[in-house]
C-alpha cells in the first residue's frame, strides 16, 4: 500500500502534535497521535483540539487518498467541520479514520471517527464538507 507522502504530507499542524499514519484498512488510512504533553488539555486528557485537529487530518487524509487512486489531482478548501465529542480521551493514543460519503466533481462530504481502545467506542466524531478546486500550477 502507498505511504503518507503519496496522498500529500501531513501539514506542520499535524506533525506539530505527532499525528502519524498507524496503518492502512481496506484502502482507508488509519492515523495516530500519541498521548503527551503537546496534546493535554485539563490532566491526563486530550484537549479538545487536539480530537478535533486528528479529526480533520484523518478526514483530509481519506479523500486525498481516494483522489490519489482515481489520479485526480484537487486543491482542498475546508467548506465546515463539525465535532461531536461523546467522551473524554484519556491519556493513551488515539486513532481516526475517515469515510467518504459522497465524492462529487466539486464537493465531497466526510465522515470521521476518533477512538482509543474500541473502535466501537468512539470518542469523537466528526462531518466534513470539503470544495475540491482546480490545482494551480
Do not use: C
Not at 482542498?76 to 461531536?84: D, E, H, S, W
Amino acid at each position: 500500500m502507498a505511504d503518507i507522502s503519496d496522498i500529500d504530507a501531513l501539514t506542520p499542524y499535524a506533525r506539530s502534535l505527532g499525528i502519524a499514519l498507524e496503518s492502512w484498512e481496506d484502502g482507508i488510512p488509519i492515523l495516530s497521535v500519541p498521548f503527551d504533553e503537546l496534546v493535554e488539555g485539563r490532566p491526563d486528557h486530550y484537549h479538545g483540539g487536539a480530537t478535533g485537529g486528528l479529526l480533520e487530518t484523518a478526514g483530509y487524509a481519506v479523500l486525498r487518498a481516494e483522489l490519489a487512486r482515481q489520479q485526480r489531482a484537487a486543491m482542498l478548501k475546508p467548506i465546515n467541520i463539525t465535532v461531536q465529542y461523546l467522551a473524554a480521551g484519556k491519556s493513551r493514543t488515539s486513532y481516526a479514520a475517515g469515510r467518504i460519503t459522497k465524492l462529487g466533481r466539486r464537493s465531497a462530504n466526510l465522515t470521521v471517527e476518533a477512538w482509543q481502545d474500541d473502535r466501537s467506542r468512539p470518542i469523537a466524531t466528526a462531518v466534513m464538507n470539503v470544495l475540491m478546486a482546480e490545482p494551480t500550477n
